[in-house]
């Protein structure tokens, strides 16, 4: 924890979509299509994104200046048309960091008050919150 | 073989269906949105088809679609809802900014022209002592004493119609001289306060007069009097008989030239000399 992390306190908490499309790119560049089965594949199907939601949050996350546009170009895994590929800003990495602080210190309050078992079993007790993590 | 190529080409045309149809509902987003966003929401929704199709088959897209339809239509809303709202607000931000400055500008110019007016008024009236006294003076009775003279404003009939109501008179003081018979003077009566009247002299000390129904005698002669107001035939001092009246040193016989409707020497008799102020020297054309 960072005294800049405590300065983005103000922006907290974020949208799930908001925060699920932060940490698909904490992994690398994607494209909206990219982004969209990360968010799936991360949550288990937990979270489906829509394209609507998805290209609203895009716009919003852009104009906040947390993601950023990067190059368009093909995606060998899919087909030969050109994507508009998506990336984290640094002050977009610090607002992911913080959030991720926020719901783990919820997690740690949930543990202390016996509401779930250590973080390794979450994913066994309570499928439904991995997502949030 | 066949088979598989009509199920391709059914599939090809199930999914350019519904990327086209997915493209014809993107209208309900506004035109920023949609032409900065539009093609590739249609991507990733081909993208999701293709895939639902490959992994699921057709019944999987139905409800690939259903989820699509209502997330467009909310995400449509949400976003309609926060441009019209960003519009309204730049142009309330604008209407604001320019109802301002159109404000400053005229308070500006209002200023200005009532500085410019108040500077030309001022100059007129300190030319214009009338003015002066119309734009200073709410008492129109009480002297002001002004370089080269005193004015006062006429304010009753009394001397019509020599001097209509409401014109201003310059008078001058007598000094050395005194008052003649005929001059118009400018007066105080103590017993009136401030109050300065103006009325002609009829008559000076050492004179003796007597007032008729109609004619006024002055040491035995009767006055010619063109100047009093035409009173249509009824007799002009029908109100105040004044029966050889000797005026003793420094007492003036004042009276208006409009006789039927003039408080003068004949109701409250002679004045005196020392609250004579002045001759009337000059009678302005302002005023009615």
Same mark, same amino acid.
Request: hydrophobic share 40%; charged share 20%; with cysteine.
């Given at each position: 924890?960072?005294?800049?992390?405590?300065?983005?306190?103000?922006?907290? !908490?974020?949208? !799930? *979509?908001?925060?699920?499309?932060?940490?698909?790119?904490?992994?690398?560049?994607?494209?909206?299509?990219?982004?969209?089965?990360?968010?799936? *594949?991360?949550?288990?199907?937990?979270?489906?994104?829509? !394209? +609507?939601?998805?290209?609203?949050?895009?716009?919003?996350?852009?104009?906040?200046?947390?993601?950023?546009?990067?190059?368009?170009?093909?995606?060998?895994?899919?087909?030969?048309?050109?994507?508009?590929?998506?990336?984290?800003?640094?002050?977009?990495?610090?607002?992911?960091?913080?959030?991720?602080?926020?719901?783990?210190?919820?997690?740690?309050? *949930?543990?202390?008050?016996?509401?779930?078992?250590?973080?390794?079993?979450? +994913?066994?007790?309570?499928?439904?919150?991995?997502?949030?993590? | 073989?066949?088979?598989?190529?009509?199920?391709?080409?059914?599939?090809?045309?199930?999914?350019?269906?519904?990327?086209?149809?997915?493209?014809?509902?993107?209208?309900? =987003?506004?035109?920023?949105?949609?032409?900065? =966003?539009?093609?590739?929401?249609?991507?990733?929704?081909?993208? $999701? $088809?293709?895939?639902? @199709?490959?992994?699921?088959?057709?019944?999987?897209?139905?409800?690939? @679609?259903?989820?699509?339809?209502?997330?467009?239509?909310?995400?449509?809303?949400?976003?309609? @809802?926060?441009?019209?709202?960003?519009?309204?607000?730049?142009?309330? /931000?604008?209407?604001?900014?320019?109802?301002?400055?159109?404000?400053?500008?005229? %308070?500006?110019?209002?200023?200005?022209?009532?500085?410019?007016?108040?500077?030309?008024?001022? $100059?007129?009236?300190?030319?214009?002592?009338?003015?002066?006294?119309?734009?200073?003076?709410?008492?129109?009775?009480?002297?002001?004493?002004?370089?080269?003279?005193?004015?006062?404003?006429?304010?009753?009939?009394?001397?019509?119609?020599?001097?209509?109501?409401?014109? =201003?008179?310059?008078?001058?003081?007598?000094?050395?001289?005194?008052?003649? /018979?005929?001059?118009?003077?400018?007066?105080?009566?103590?017993?009136?306060?401030?109050?300065?009247?103006?009325?002609?002299?009829?008559?000076?000390?050492? &004179?003796?007069?007597?007032?008729?129904?109609?004619?006024?005698?002055? %040491?035995?002669?009767?006055?010619?009097?063109?100047?009093?107001? &035409?009173?249509?035939?009824?007799?002009? #001092?029908?109100?105040?008989?004044?029966?050889?009246?000797?005026?003793?040193?420094?007492?003036?016989?004042?009276?208006? &030239? #409009?006789?039927?409707?003039?408080?003068?020497?004949?109701?409250?008799?002679?004045?005196?000399?020392? %609250?004579?102020?002045?001759?009337?020297?000059?009678?302005?054309?302002?005023?009615?």
């Amino acid at each position: 924890m960072s005294q800049g992390d405590e300065s983005l306190h103000y922006l907290l !908490p974020l949208a !799930p *979509a908001a925060f699920a499309i932060l940490l698909s790119l904490a992994g690398g560049e994607r494209h909206g299509y990219g982004i969209m089965q990360e968010v799936a *594949a991360s949550t288990k199907g937990g979270m489906r994104l829509g !394209p +609507g939601t998805l290209y609203r949050t895009i716009k919003q996350l852009l104009a906040a200046g947390w993601i950023e546009e990067a190059d368009e170009r093909t995606d060998p895994a899919l087909n030969e048309e050109r994507r508009r590929y998506y990336r984290l800003t640094a002050l977009g990495r610090r607002v992911a960091q913080a959030e991720a602080l926020r719901l783990a210190r919820l997690v740690h309050q *949930a543990q202390e008050r016996k509401l779930l078992g250590s973080i390794g079993e979450v +994913g066994e007790a309570q499928p439904g919150l991995e997502g949030m993590l | 073989m066949r088979r598989a190529n009509r199920a391709d080409h059914t599939t090809d045309f199930l999914l350019r269906l519904s990327d086209s149809f997915y493209q014809c509902l993107l209208v309900i =987003y506004p035109p920023t949105f949609r032409r900065a =966003y539009g093609a590739h929401m249609a991507q990733v929704f081909r993208d $999701c $088809c293709r895939a639902t @199709w490959n992994q699921r088959g057709g019944i999987a897209l139905l409800g690939l @679609w259903l989820h699509a339809f209502g997330d467009l239509v909310a995400s449509a809303l949400a976003e309609r @809802w926060q441009s019209s709202k960003a519009a309204y607000r730049a142009a309330t /931000r604008r209407r604001g900014i320019m109802a301002r400055r159109f404000k400053f500008k005229r %308070n500006l110019a209002a200023g200005g022209v009532m500085l410019v007016t108040l500077l030309v008024l001022t $100059c007129i009236a300190s030319f214009v002592p009338p003015i002066h006294l119309a734009l200073f003076r709410i008492e129109p009775q009480v002297a002001l004493a002004l370089p080269g003279g005193q004015y006062y404003q006429m304010p009753g009939p009394g001397m019509q119609p020599t001097i209509g109501g409401e014109r =201003y008179v310059a008078v001058d003081g007598y000094g050395s001289s005194k008052p003649q /018979r005929g001059d118009i003077i400018a007066f105080y009566r103590p017993e009136s306060g401030n109050l300065v009247f103006i009325k002609r002299v009829i008559a000076i000390p050492g &004179d003796t007069i007597d007032i008729t129904a109609t004619s006024v005698i002055l %040491n035995g002669v009767t006055l010619h009097e063109p100047y009093i107001k &035409d009173s249509h035939g009824l007799p002009n #001092n029908f109100a105040a008989r004044v029966t050889h009246v000797t005026l003793a040193a420094g007492q003036y016989f004042v009276m208006g &030239d #409009n006789r039927m409707d003039s408080s003068d020497s004949r109701f409250y008799g002679p004045i005196l000399l020392q %609250n004579i102020i002045g001759k009337v020297v000059e009678i302005s054309s302002f005023g009615g």
